[in-house]
């Protein structure tokens, strides 16, 4: 996965506008979608912050049938990870050979997509040459509350986690 890794990063940095510091973007929700955005996001050169207004210990356990063409930027981005989830004999989902789709529990493939959010940020915080103005950071129980627009750009506006009495299900 260092590979993958320096690969990841190298789009991040060829992408990057001009000379100066990355686009900045947030991305609510951690979820598949969120998580996936986050990455395409920095592969095109911004530096992201993830926020989820849930917590770590939220479970949802539907399960979700990917796209093909899904499945084939899964395995891109999750490395090795894809095996564990789709090919190794103990693998968590299924795939469909013969439609190249794909079925999992949606809290397991936001773990593992999380778990490659953290070794992304790792490496780049051990191996960037551009220092800290790139990033990827994942943040839970933190809920949006209002984005402010001014002539220098935007700020995200964030309040007290909600107590949802669906919070452990």
């Known amino acids: 996965d260092v590979m ?4 990841l ?3 991040h940095v060829k992408h ?3 000379k100066g510091a990355p ?6 929700g951690a979820g598949p979608n969120g998580l996936y955005a986050a990455f395409q996001f920095f592969r095109s050169g911004a530096s ?4 989820n207004d849930r917590s770590e210990r939220v479970i949802r356990n539907q399960n979700i049938i990917i796209d093909p063409k899904w499945i084939a930027q899964l395995n891109f981005l999750l490395g090795s990870k894809f095996n564990e989830l789709f090919v190794d004999p103990k693998a968590l989902g299924v795939l469909n050979l013969q439609r190249g789709s794909g ?3 949606t809290k397991i493939l936001e773990d593992l997509m ?4 953290a070794e992304i940020s790792s490496y780049i915080e051990d191996t960037a040459p551009v220092g800290k103005e790139s990033f990827i950071n994942l943040h839970f129980e933190a809920p949006l ?4 627009s001014s002539e220098t750009g935007f700020s995200a506006i964030f309040g007290e986690p909600k107590a949802s009495p669906d919070a452990e299900r």
């Not at 993958?4 to 690969?7: K, P």
């Open 9 to 11: 990063l190298e789009d």
């Open 103 to 105: 079925t999992i529990k």
């Open 145 to 148: 509350t209002r984005i402010q």
């Open 48 to 51: 992201i912050s993830i926020i």
């Open 23 to 28: 686009l900045k973007i947030l991305v609510e």
């Open 4 to 7: 993958l890794n320096q690969a």
């Open 16 to 18: 990057r506008p001009g």
């Open 114 to 117: 999380k778990v490659r959010v």
